[in-house]
């Protein structure tokens, strides 16, 4: 009997269980998944879990502490065998995971730009002086700020449609968002909006990726674990992987976390060479450090560790502590 069929012999004994956040857009990405294995005959269901991101919704991300802010409780989950595997948004997962955990799948990546969406401007050159900006990413206000240093950004937390209710209420004359998501939520005619170039803005770390999260079948006595592994492994994009991993490596050289102003994408470009772009930078823009690299696949190791012993020449960490200090 082929192995790949012994393991979806053993899947089919009992529906396998998915946990998700319960916003739309997480609900769109687990079904999406959902619907994956189901065609290939593995039965899947849904589990919806509140995430510490999604309960507290009155203050910023980057204050509220703590690394997985909307994943640590997919992963107690995880750990008590309440779930079999996750979904996740990659850019939300933090570079360190709990080692009886695994990163098992990453797919392929969607549009990972950010996008720009207002119900009278234009774009971000078309907003008045002083116009009120909502974003709940350090990253993304940095950036904007970049542009824009006469914009004022302001925190803007919910799901996608709270926040577009808001602008719509003109608590906002514009607000940023990841293209992938409204591409995802099938909004792109629905609303104003104009895509960033990653030049302009850099993504973050993994944008526009998911994250397939099980447990690590090395540490399991249960063949279910290890089944589970490898069917979710066929769902792996080895060139999206290969990108996200170098994105997810550069922020953890760096001692950065998913809420830090820190953006990096790579992609690969013609002949196979890799091409990274990065930027970190303090709260108010005045501090940037902006770089692009080009490189062979074969190189990355050697060319991601002098960007950093560059950056770090540059005073990045400096600039990192002076984020925490104000933040508190």
């Known amino acids: 009997m082929p192995i790949a069929q012994r393991y979806k012999d053993t899947l089919?004994?009992?529906?396998?269980i998915l946990g998700t956040r319960g916003s739309v857009l997480a609900l769109w990405q687990a079904n999406h998944i959902k619907a994956i294995l189901e065609s290939q005959g593995i039965s899947v269901v849904l589990k919806s879990i509140k995430t510490k991101g999604d309960k507290i919704l009155d203050a910023p991300l980057a204050k509220i502490g703590g690394k997985g802010l909307f994943t640590k409780e997919l992963e107690q989950?995880?750990?008590n065998r309440t779930i079999d595997f996750a979904v996740h948004s990659l850019k939300d997962v933090?570079?360190?995971i709990d080692p009886q955990l695994m990163l098992v799948a990453?797919?392929?990546r969607a549009d990972p730009r950010d996008c720009f969406v207002s119900e009278k401007y234009a774009d971000i050159h078309a907003l008045p002086r002083n116009a009120k900006v909502g974003t709940t990413s350090l990253r993304r206000s940095m950036q904007i700020?970049?542009?824009r240093n006469d914009v004022d950004t302001?925190?803007?937390r919910g799901n996608i449609q709270t926040r577009l209710e808001k602008l719509k209420n003109?608590?906002?004359d514009a607000i940023i968002l990841a293209s992938a998501a409204i591409n995802r939520l099938g909004l792109q005619n629905e609303i104003s909006h104009y895509h960033f170039d990653t030049t302009t803005i850099v993504p973050a770390m993994g944008q526009g990726a998911l994250g397939l999260e099980c447990r690590d079948p090395k540490y399991s006595s249960d063949f279910r674990d290890q089944a589970i592994s490898k069917i979710l492994e066929s769902l792996h994009h080895k060139d999206t992987g290969l990108c996200c991993n170098i994105e997810r490596a550069f922020i953890r050289l760096l001692g950065g976390g998913c809420q830090s102003p820190i953006g990096i994408h790579t992609k690969i470009i013609q002949d196979r060479n890799l091409q990274i772009e990065y930027i970190v930078g303090n709260l108010d823009a005045t501090k940037i450090l902006y770089g692009t690299q080009t490189c062979l696949i074969g190189e990355i190791e050697y060319v991601l560790q002098d960007i950093i012993n560059s950056l770090k020449n540059q005073d990045v960490d400096n600039i990192l502590n002076e984020v925490r200090e104000k933040l508190g």
């Open 106 to 108: 990453i797919t392929k």
């Open 145 to 147: 700020k970049r542009i």
């Open 154 to 156: 302001h925190n803007l």
């Open 12 to 16: 089919q004994q009992s529906p396998i």
């Open 77 to 79: 989950e995880l750990l």
């Open 170 to 172: 003109g608590d906002y």
């Open 94 to 96: 933090p570079v360190i």
